[in-house]
């Protein structure tokens, strides 16, 4: 049977590489997919062919860099589908300037959408779950940062966080029934999720 059929599942950064990628492979086991991107047109276009292929899916436009933004997303998300069941946090910017030239915008920035998104969109998203007693949350991380290049401070050290951040994350939540995985994005991301949540 299959364990993903007819599951909520939200992805933030849903529009376009990885994000994509696994929003079709959800919507193809049978979840629900709702997809964030901070620009609608890449997730219009994902959306639209998951409903072409016979799928559910739905968008929704939101910076979950803000706590509003995120908010927003997880009550639209709960409205329209009466819950959550897997979190997918990938939504991510990577910027390519070396340290010494890094304008201080980029190093915020990164370290808001990549840290501080994911860290709002596990609380407002774990408080949900909390009531139900169970979820799953995925992060997807840079790993090793194996061919990230040597201009990706901002990144890697955003990336290191989350890591750091999904461990305790599980640490805290589990116990609620809430189970935290940093998932490394390595070149079949999507086969990795998959078999993360297989291994539950």
């Known amino acids: 049977m299959n364990h993903l059929k007819d599951k909520i599942v939200l992805i933030t950064g849903a529009g376009k590489g990885a994000g994509r990628a696994l929003a079709l492979a959800f919507a193809e086991q049978g979840a629900v997919v709702a997809l964030n991107d901070i620009s609608p047109v890449n997730v219009d276009l994902v959306v639209a062919e998951i409903i072409a292929r016979g799928g559910q899916a739905r968008s ?13 997303l997880v009550n639209s998300v709960e409205d329209d589908f009466g819950g959550i069941d897997i979190l997918v946090n990938h939504a991510a910017v990577e910027p390519h300037t070396p340290l010494l030239a890094m304008d201080e915008w980029d190093w915020h920035r990164t370290l808001d959408v990549n840290l501080t998104g994911a860290f709002l969109m596990m609380q407002s ?7 139900k007693g169970k979820g799953e949350i995925l992060n997807i991380v840079a790993g090793s940062g194996k061919g990230v290049g040597n201009d990706a401070a901002a990144y890697l050290s955003s990336m290191a966080g989350l890591a750091a951040l999904s461990h305790q994350a599980d640490l805290e939540l589990s116990p609620l029934g809430i189970r935290v995985y940093a998932v490394e994005n390595s070149t079949d991301v999507v086969k990795d999720v998959m078999l993360t949540l297989e291994a539950k």
Do not use: F, I, P, T
């Open 60 to 72: 929704y436009v939101e910076d979950v860099a803000k706590k509003v933004g995120a908010q927003y």
């Open 125 to 131: 998203v774990g408080r949900m779950m909390r009531g």
